[in-house]
């Protein structure tokens, strides 16, 4: 029973968003918006089977590991000012 129980509270929701974010990464393209896992917001210029190149700023390129992508900006809720 407590197998059961640390299964469907614990091991299936997290194989779940692993899963979730598997498909987020393999589905990122050009032009995608990006957060990386050290808090870098950029635009994805180009993608490549293990990796990213992707724009900070103007001119200002980084290639960074496709595993350290870990969310899209535009699905963080907006801050009330």
Do not use: C
Not at 17 to 32: H, I, P, T, V, Y
């Amino acid at each position: 029973l407590m197998v059961l129980v640390l299964w469907l509270f614990m091991w299936r929701p997290e194989a779940k968003r692993r899963k979730q974010m598997q498909a987020f990464r393999d589905g990122l393209k050009k032009g995608s918006k990006v957060i990386t896992a050290g808090g870098i917001y950029g635009t994805v210029k180009e993608v490549h089977e293990n990796s990213l190149l992707i724009e900070v700023d103007s001119n200002v390129t980084l290639r960074i590991d496709k595993n350290m992508v870990v969310a899209d900006p535009s699905e963080l809720p907006q801050q009330q000012k």
